[in-house]
Nanobody, 116 residues
Framework: QVQLVESGGGLVQSGGSLRLSCAASGILFNLYSMNWYRQAPGKQRELVARILSSGRTNYTDSVKGRFTISRVNAKNTVYLQMNNLKPEDTAVYYC??????????WGQGTQVTVSS
């Protein structure tokens, strides 16, 4: 059984920081690209950050310089460090695991709310 469990969301003031965690089980974690998506009310789900098995990372333009994705393979965990948060970062953040061959897996999401 595959599970992705997010944690670390919450309410923070503009300019503050949060670190999201996603713990994976039931997959060969080292073989997966790990991704963070987010979805705000009334908007499409968007890819925020990606980290490949190699450690290479990519970010959507709106978070570059503010967010950092990392992974600790020994813990089957991916993180998203979010600094200088803005109200427009408010969304449900979802962890995603994708090996580009079979279906990707999704976590349940964690709410991030940034007050102005």
């Amino acid at each position: 059984q595959v599970q992705l469990v997010e944690s670390g969301g919450g309410l923070v003031q503009s300019g503050g920081s949060l670190r999201l965690s996603c713990a994976a089980s039931g997959i060969l974690f080292n073989l997966y690209s790990m991704n963070w998506y987010r979805q705000a009310p009334g908007k499409q789900r968007e890819l925020v950050a990606r980290i490949l098995s190699s450690g290479r990372t990519n970010y959507t333009d709106s978070v570059k310089g503010r967010f950092t994705i990392s992974r600790v393979n020994a813990k089957n965990t991916v993180y998203l460090q979010m600094n200088n948060l803005k109200p427009e970062d408010t969304a449900v953040y979802y962890c995603n695991a994708d090996n580009f061959v079979v279906r990707p897996y999704w976590g349940q999401g964690t709410q991030v709310t940034v007050s102005s």
